[in-house]
């Protein structure tokens, strides 16, 4: 939502937060959560990523295991911020790009997982989008410093934004340490974007540039 000059709240418009890139994943990632839940078994051994599957040469789990939500919670937090953060990110560097961001963070923070499960001769299952979602919030929070969001009843700045929701993602990850592999997309998401990002590119208009928002700009 953003504050225009008349002082109205606009929800974002479907053709805006449901590009072709993020709607393909929302539509997958109500598959896999549908596919946990009725088919466990086989998604499990087929689609979640453990070092079984990927020593049975399922090497492609390391780009599934992200539409695998088990938890209604997970399935929500996680669609929201693809939904609303990840449709502006891909009408902002376009569906390529964001195709190669998402693949960057599932697959780095897939074979991190590999190696920490052999490492400490564990056997879990990795599944859930956080790794995307902790790397497309830090991306966000990048591309839109500066840039105040309206959200109710305060604004606040997206970095800001970013900050607090991968520090609550760091916390919850207290009690099993290994999940905290997942809120390492964010550190991913940084490094990419600090990589790709050049003096002369193109830039997200902040808040300090515009004057037709009166410090807020649209950016659903």
């Known amino acids: 939502m953003y504050l225009t000059e ?3 709240i606009t929800f974002p418009s479907p053709t805006k937060i449901f590009t072709p890139t993020i709607t393909t994943i ?5 598959i896999g959560f549908a596919l946990f839940h009725h088919a466990f078994n086989f998604t499990m051994n087929n689609l ?14 390391i780009v599934t295991y992200p539409f695998i939500n088990g938890g209604p919670w997970n399935l929500i937090f996680n669609g929201f911020i693809i939904l609303f953060m990840g449709s502006s990110i891909e009408r902002e560097w376009g569906t390529k790009s964001f195709i190669f961001l998402w693949l960057i963070l599932s697959v780095s923070c897939g074979l991190t997982w590999i190696v920490i499960n052999l490492l400490f001769n564990l056997n879990f ?13 830090a991306t966000f929070g990048i591309l839109y410093r500066g840039t105040r969001l309206w959200f109710y009843f305060f604004t606040i700045e997206a970095q800001y934004i970013a900050m607090i929701l991968i520090g609550v993602g760091a916390v919850l990850s207290i ?3 290994i999940f905290f592999i997942w809120v390492l ?14 003096p ?9 540039d515009s004057d037709d928002f009166e410090g807020f700009v649209d950016i659903d």
């Open 48 to 61: 979640a990523l453990t070092t079984g599957n990927v020593f049975q040469g399922k090497i492609w789990t």
């Open 125 to 137: 299952a990795g599944t859930g989008s956080e790794p995307c979602a902790y790397g497309i919030i």
């Open 6 to 8: 008349k002082t109205q």
């Open 175 to 177: 009690a099993w340490p």
């Open 26 to 30: 929302i539509v997958l990632i109500i």
């Open 185 to 198: 997309g964010a550190l991913v998401a940084y490094i990419y974007v600090k990589m790709r990002l050049r």
């Open 200 to 208: 002369d590119a193109p830039r997200a208009v902040s808040s300090q």
